[in-house]
Each structure stands twice: as C-alpha cells, then as structure tokens.
C-alpha cells in the first residue's frame, strides 16, 4: 500500500518520463509568473538591477558596501543588460532562465532519491510557484538555488562512481556557488563531513572542498576593510534581534511562508508552524527504527534522508552559533540553500514513517504549501500602493514638473518604476534620510535640497513617507519659489504638489 515502506532501491526513471513531468512543473511555474507578471519589484531587487547599469567599479564599490552578498549574480546581471538592455522586460525575463532549468534538475533528483519522485518534485518546486518570493525575483537567490541542485546531483553521482571528472564539477559548481551566496561556506562545509561520513575517496575530496574556500579568500579580504569599517549592524537592522523569535520564523519560512499584512496573523501562523515541526520531530521519535543510521543507511531513502539531514542541519547550525556570538543574523534568507534539503528531508520523515506519515504529508505539510502560493499570488497581484502613486502622478505629469522622493529607504524601487518600467523622462530626485544615517543601498543618490537644480521646474510632486512632509520640507521649498497646492482629486495622502 502507499504508506508501506519497502527497503527496495527505487528503479531508474527513463527520461521521457521525468523530463516531461519536470516540464508540466515549469509549464506552471511559467504560468504564474505570467499572472503575475507586473509586480513592483522590491527595493533590493530593483537597486541590484539599477546598478548594473553603472560604470564597473561603481558597481563593485556598492556591491562590496553590501557585504552580505559576493559578485557573481551582480555580474550575471551586467552581462545580461549589456546583451538585452537594461529594461523592466528584460529584468524580468532573468529569473525565468534561472528558475525553469533548476525545476528540471529537481526532477531528475527526485528519481534519484524515492519511488513517488513527482509528489517529492513537486514539493521542491513549489518553493518556485511562491511568485515574487526570494526564490524568484531578480536576485541571487534562485542563482543558488540552481547551484545548489546541480551540487546534489553531482553528490549522488559521486556517490555511485567517484570519478575525477565527477569531482572537477562538483567543485566548480561549489566554486560558483560561494561566490553567488555566503551560504555556499556553510553547504560546502556541510558536503565535506557528509563525505566524511558516508562518501568514498575522502582524502580527495577533502582536497576538491579546500578549492572553493581559498577561492573565496580574494573576495573575503576585498570587503573586509568595509566589515572592520563599521560592521555588519547596518546590514542587518531587519532581522529578528530575538533568537527565540528567530528559530520558529527560519521554520516557518522554510515550510511555506504565507502572504499576511496582519502582524498578530503573521505570529499565530509562526506559532502554528512550530506546534507542526513539533508534531513531525514526535513522528520522528516514534518511528526512529525506520530510518537507519547516517553510517550504514540501508536503501536510497534512507541515506537520502541522512543527507538532507545533514545538509540543513549543519548550516542552521552554524548560522544560529553565529548569532549567538558575533552578529545577529538568524534569518531563512541566509540559508535559503537549504531549504531544497529541507523540503527533502521533511518528505523523507513522511515517507518513511508509515501510515501517519503520508497523513501529515497529504493533509497537512502539501496543503500549507498550496495555501502558501496562494497567498503569495494574492499578494503579489493586489494593488500596490507604491505603485498606484506614482500611476497617479504620471496621469498628472505635464511638462515642467518634477518627482522628488522624500524617504530614501525606498529610491530603488521607485526609481526603477519611473525610469525603467513606465520610461518617464521627467526629473527624479531622493532626499537624503531626515535622520542623516548613511545609505548602503543607493539606487538614486540622495541631493540634499538646498542642492536640487530646479532651474525651468515650475512644479514638484513629492512622495512623502507619511501622510504630511517632513519636518522643513514645506518652508524650504517656500523659500525656493514653491508653494504647496490643493490635493488633487483622487490623489493619496502622501502624494502633495507644489508649484511655483
């Protein structure tokens, strides 16, 4: 019956088969991105996609200010412009030719690791069907996720015949993959002790994982005189500060975040996800015997499982020492890599846990996960009040005026609507933070007022934080010639007019 386990290796999957389910798996993922097609692209994102249209060292200097992110995606996107242009289309086209390849390679490691491969493929896809996630957007998220995939098939490739050239490339995905997310430190340390554990030839693969890591020394001593500068603090003003808030959001998202405004839902939610990974770590422990041992696992589930186990475990693992002594840094986006062995390993338990475990599976963990994308979907195509201002000035634009942004924390993305994605010519300008804290991520840098050329501008529509303007703002603009105007009808509280 389904929920019987039977230790029989799982039979190999011809290539029509799982190359034709991992394409239905795109197909969808496609298809959402096409329903949500015009999302307004997060602030990061769109200062990531902003400044590769800046001169080279411009570029590397902002990237190096980041500090938490290495080069490669940042120069993935500079080539990409230099080849289709720097537009909102081709922007948006990236993420496709990342994602849709990492489906597929899914595919084939679900066919690797379990009889019921299209459930399992279907679980780690859904990761990408969270439209508008991390996983998703123009960053360098899906970059190491696809990395990351393509690490996990080599292992297992390795794994039944350990040849050189299986190793070679093995290495230069590791290779790539440190220097698209930090996270690729953690998982090329996590593949060092697995094959310590399970692997053959260790010594040489011992040797293959020091490649990657002393690669990584270059970049490491380009950005450290920035981290002895000032730290990680202004990196990281937006991850929890509480560990004992941070363990169950990491778990939450890893499950399947869901797409709620209402804060108190938000925490009930967390709640809820760690009342289940609870329940499964219980499940676990009344099913122990089925698991074998990470040293001597008995089929492909087994040891797949083990796998998986390790591959998350150690990562978190040395995220969350991190947090404790140096930085707090506790946060899924960190790991996200791992959120693949993760997902297999959740499946895993399930699978091997008899009766209940599909039950949990079937009935809970699948539709929490439905749930997530559909709250996702929502999100992403309800009306975004960002974007409805600024479609509200541009209905009102006329020669003459200017769009001045008084809260700089949000440039990027304003700055890519208006320039990139509605192609407006008028003048944009962003005010410096009202508090005078510097800015690490300048899509649009910030002119202090005093200093905006307003020469032939007759009128100025600011797009204020709040509802009034910043303190000053109204008496300094008085005193260049403008005065503040009525609020025309239909526009948001935040959105006022001054003319000269």
Known sequence: MLWEWSPEPAAPVAFRKWFAWGALLVLIY?????????????????????????PFSEQMAQVRGDLVHPPLMYLIHRGWFAAFGQ????????????????????????????????LLSFVLATLFFQVGGAATSARMYGLALLLVSSALLLWDNWQANPRNGTLA???????????????GLLILFAFLVLNWLQGPRKLAFTIASFVPGIAFLPWFFYVLPVYLERGLGANLTWVHKKLISALPALFFNFLGPWAVQNFSL??????VSAVLHLGLLVLWWLNRRSFGSPLRPADAAQRWFWVAFILTGLPVAILFGFSVVAARAFEARFVLGAVLSYNIFLFLLCRLSGRAGWIALLCVLIPWKLVSIGTAI????????????????????RAGDMLLLDNPNHNAGYSWEWLRRMQRTEPFAVLPDEAGRPQLLVAAPPTPLERLELSGIQRIWV??????????????????????????????PSVQLFAR
């Open 169 to 183: 490339a093995w290495t230069a995905i590791l290779l790539l993959l440190v220097y698209t997310h930090l996270f």
């Open 463 to 492: 797009l204020q934080a709040g509802r009034e303007p910043r303190h000053g703002l109204t008496e300094s603009l008085t005193v260049r010639g403008f005065l503040p105007s009525p609020q025309p009808a239909g526009a948001s």
């Open 266 to 271: 938000n925490r009930m939610l967390i709640a």
């Open 378 to 397: 929502h999100f992403t195509v309800a009306p975004d009040p960002a974007r409805e201002r600024l479609e509200f000035v541009v209905s009102q634009v």
């Open 87 to 118: 537009s909102d289309t081709a922007a948006r086209l990236l993420p496709l030719f990342i994602v849709s390849p990492a489906i597929l390679l899914l595919t084939l490691l679900a066919t690797r690791i379990t009889a019921e491969w299209r």
């Open 30 to 54: 496609l298809l959402l991105t096409a329903v949500t097609w015009g999302r307004m692209l997060i602030d990061t994102e769109a200062w990531a996609l902003t400044i590769a249209g800046l």
